[in-house]
């Protein structure tokens, strides 16, 4: 019997099954996918995110890959320019943004090495359950066998579509509208630092990744996801044109390295995340728009919350660790509903004056230039910006 079963082995499961390792649990990872597979992402690690894999002894490991560090930021909205670096948390200042592919699967190695026993082409059926409805494992398929195993926690780090969740019969406390689609490909030949433009009903990004290559992503609002999808290359190259016409000329003549992925289902909502013997960690438990960014940094964050809320519980008294789950849940709702609502304020792709006036300000400042990309990657809050410096300026 495992202490822990994590469904699901990418940003937030491979992570959750390397600390319950660590911290000395029997633990078994399931993952649907191929071993080192690449999936949709934005693939933003901000600050927060990259001081949690530098606690984990793994961003060496990240450098090491070749994934270029992101120094520097630009954002461009109307006859706003700002650019800087933001202040950091626990002196990383910089962002990462790798290929999911490399993160995912460097992820998996450090948690087997941890002693995770890890299987892909894994596919959960179904949840086991005791007489008093206490959810005590899985049951599933491993390339093409079946399977059962028991755990004291089943927990579900199986993204916006869970698994863990529909068997959990785990339901919506907040659902919101779909607001954008998101477009994006790989350009050889297009430097770029982390660059965020935005016009009403636009908004474009560009990251560096691996390669080197830079990924460059469109946003387009819901309303237009049937048009836009019946010639999604031509939408996708005049959102760049109308939204970010520099960028637009930097990559004429370069090099498309792969096909367009598109994705026209970004949902918003939390779930109820725990129940008696299961939890949902990452996308499973809360999903937002990824115009932000914040998914991979927000995931490492809940797998240290549940890690250290469940640690030492494990097979003990089952009340005890469900009060430790409903307390986690409710930190975890607390600290991720400002994030949720900031990004979808983004999404919506509405610019208004008063928001603006506020950014004028910021350009002309170096202090709140960098506190304003700390808010951008998440380690402040919208307040922090709103200091005497600031309102002497508005």
Same mark, same amino acid.
């Given at each position: 019997?495992?202490?822990?079963?994590?469904?699901?082995?990418?940003?937030?499961?491979?992570?959750?099954?390397? @600390?319950?390792?660590?911290?000395?649990?029997?633990?078994?990872? @399931?993952?649907?996918?191929?071993?080192?597979?690449?999936?949709?992402?934005?693939?933003? !690690?901000?600050?927060? =995110?990259?001081?949690?894999?530098?606690?984990?002894? @793994?961003?060496?490991?990240?450098?090491?890959?070749?994934?270029?560090?992101?120094?520097?930021?630009?954002?461009?909205?109307?006859?706003?320019?700002?650019?800087?670096?933001?202040?950091?948390?626990?002196?990383?200042?910089?962002?990462?943004?790798?290929?999911?592919?490399?993160?995912?699967?460097?992820?998996?190695?450090?948690?087997?090495?941890? =002693?995770?026993?890890?299987?892909?082409?894994?596919?959960?059926?179904?949840?086991?359950?005791?007489?008093?409805?206490?959810?005590? =494992?899985?049951?599933?398929?491993?390339?093409?066998?079946?399977?059962?195993?028991?755990?004291?926690?089943?927990?579900?780090?199986?993204?916006?579509?869970?698994?863990?969740?529909?068997?959990?019969?785990?339901?919506?406390?907040?659902?919101?509208?779909?607001?954008?689609?998101?477009?994006?490909?790989?350009?050889?030949?297009?430097?770029?630092?982390?660059?965020?433009?935005?016009?009403?009903?636009?908004?474009?990004?560009?990251?560096?990744?691996?390669?080197?290559?830079?990924?460059?992503?469109?946003?387009?609002?819901?309303?237009?996801?049937?048009?836009?999808?019946?010639?999604?290359?031509?939408?996708?190259?005049?959102?760049?044109?109308?939204?970010?016409?520099?960028?637009?000329?930097?990559?004429?003549?370069?090099?498309?390295?792969?096909?367009?992925?598109?994705?026209?289902?970004?949902?918003?909502?939390?779930?109820?995340?725990?129940?008696?013997?299961?939890?949902?960690?990452?996308?499973?438990?809360?999903?937002?728009?990824? !115009?932000?960014?914040?998914?991979?940094?927000?995931?490492?964050?809940?797998?240290?919350?549940?890690?250290?809320?469940?640690?030492?519980?494990?097979?003990?008294?089952?009340?005890?660790?469900?009060?430790?789950?409903?307390?986690?849940?409710?930190?975890?709702?607390?600290?991720?509903?400002? =994030?949720?609502?900031?990004?979808?304020?983004?999404?919506?792709?509405?610019?208004?004056?008063?928001?603006?006036?506020?950014?004028?300000?910021?350009?002309?400042?170096?202090?709140?230039?960098?506190?304003?990309?700390?808010?951008?990657?998440?380690?402040?809050?919208?307040?922090?910006?709103?200091?005497?410096? @600031?309102?002497?300026?508005?």
């Amino acid at each position: 019997m495992y202490d822990a079963i994590v469904v699901g082995a990418r940003c937030a499961g491979a992570p959750t099954a390397l @600390l319950l390792a660590r911290a000395g649990h029997r633990v078994l990872l @399931l993952d649907k996918a191929a071993y080192g597979s690449d999936t949709l992402s934005t693939h933003l !690690i901000h600050q927060p =995110g990259v001081a949690a894999l530098a606690r984990w002894g @793994l961003l060496d490991r990240l450098r090491a890959t070749g994934c270029p560090p992101i120094e520097r930021a630009v954002y461009e909205v109307a006859d706003v320019r700002i650019e800087g670096c933001a202040r950091g948390v626990e002196g990383q200042r910089a962002a990462f943004a790798p290929r999911r592919d490399v993160l995912d699967a460097l992820l998996v190695d450090a948690a087997v090495e941890a =002693g995770v026993e890890y299987r892909d082409h894994c596919r959960v059926t179904d949840l086991l359950r005791d007489d008093t409805g206490r959810v005590t =494992g899985v049951r599933g398929t491993h390339r093409g066998r079946a399977f059962t195993e028991r755990a004291h926690l089943v927990i579900g780090a199986d993204g916006m579509r869970s698994t863990v969740a529909r068997l959990a019969e785990a339901p919506y406390t907040v659902q919101d509208p779909r607001l954008t689609c998101a477009y994006y490909t790989y350009w050889q030949g297009v430097p770029a630092d982390l660059e965020l433009y935005e016009r009403p009903g636009g908004w474009v990004a560009t990251v560096p990744t691996h390669g080197p290559a830079t990924l460059v992503l469109a946003y387009i609002p819901q309303s237009r996801f049937a048009e836009v999808r019946t010639d999604a290359q031509r939408a996708y190259r005049e959102q760049i044109r109308l939204t970010a016409p520099a960028l637009h000329e930097r990559m004429a003549g370069a090099g498309q390295l792969e096909r367009l992925h598109a994705c026209g289902d970004q949902q918003n909502f939390f779930r109820r995340s725990t129940g008696p013997g299961w939890v949902l960690v990452g996308d499973a438990a809360h999903h937002k728009d990824s !115009i932000t960014a914040r998914g991979i940094s927000d995931a490492f964050w809940q797998v240290e919350a549940l890690v250290e809320a469940v640690s030492g519980l494990l097979g003990g008294d089952t009340a005890r660790l469900d009060a430790a789950l409903d307390r986690f849940a409710e930190e975890q709702r607390q600290r991720l509903v400002p =994030g949720y609502e900031a990004t979808l304020g983004v999404a919506r792709l509405e610019i208004h004056e008063q928001r603006l006036s506020l950014l004028r300000a910021v350009q002309s400042d170096a202090e709140l230039t960098s506190i304003y990309l700390d808010m951008v990657a998440g380690i402040v809050s919208t307040d922090a910006l709103f200091t005497p410096r @600031l309102l002497a300026l508005l």
